[in-house]
């Protein structure tokens, strides 16, 4: 499958990394860091030459506890950077927002998608989104960021997570959305246990059954640190093992903070899924 944005193409016919570059102070693994215009530029450069295929831009923290920031915050974080990648190259660009008028001024400003982990649920991003007619990943998440995690109980794990994307699409394609627009993620470690996230991705292959490309975002996440004992910047190994297996059981897009060696790992599965 390939999607058409405004700047270049996505071409999910083989698995691709989405850079996460985090504009904010507070976010779980690099808040703090590209804050500035120039950091952030700065990696943003080393990810597109370490084959990211699209960078995905968040100016609020979505880990658990996180408080939410004003649109204002947000913007202020956000659309200089994005005009700053957008002035020195093409790559397409993901803006990681659940607020409509940062959706409509990040893709005014240059961004070619938008990733939400409320998966629209806000009053006016589906028509938003659907005006602007850019691609969208719509993400699963119990509660909020601030109750997510909050003994997070499911009837179905797998089930209740289909039931939630069969809604949101439904509504997506009421308000105008284009199914070939929509991306779905499962939502690793919003709202879910260690043995939730793991069980997530053994079967993950189950969301298959939408037909629409699946994105999965496990990089350095708690569940690694609980299983494995290790801090945050001590996660590669156990996030690409995650994304090894992700991208096996039918995921397009891994969603990570080490790029290149995200793209080697996935290379290796392409390759292997290639085989005779």
Known sequence: MIINLKHGVLDLNQPQ???????????????????????????????????????????????????????EQELDRVIPVITAIRNESDIPISIDTSKPEVMLQ??????????????????GAPDVVAELD?????????????????SPQYNDLIEDIK???????????????KQERILLDPGFGFGKTPEHNLSLIKHFREYLSFELPLLAGVSRKSTIGYILNKEVDERLYGSIALATIATMNGASIIRAHDV?????????????????
């Not at 990040?106 to 998608?113: I, K």
């Not at 850019?134 to 909050?150: I, K, N, W």
């Not at 039931?163 to 959305?177: E, S, T, V």
């Open 17 to 71: 990394v989405m850079g996460i570059l985090n504009v904010t102070p507070d976010s779980f693994s690099d808040g703090g860091k590209f804050n500035a215009v120039d950091t952030a530029l700065f990696q943003a450069r080393q990810m597109e030459a370490d084959g990211a295929a699209i960078i995905d831009i968040g100016g609020e923290s979505t880990r658990p506890g996180a408080e939410p920031v004003n649109i």
């Open 106 to 123: 990040a893709v005014q400003a240059g961004a070619d998608m938008v990733n939400d982990v409320c998966a629209l649920q806000l009053e």
């Open 134 to 150: 850019v691609p969208v990943c719509l993400m699963h998440m119990l509660g909020e960021p601030r109750t997510m995690q909050a």
């Open 163 to 177: 039931m939630f994307f069969k809604q949101r699409i439904d509504q997506c394609l009421a308000a105008g959305i």
């Open 260 to 276: 290149a060696a995200t793209v080697d790992a996935i290379k290796m599965c392409q390759a292997v899924n290639l085989a005779p």
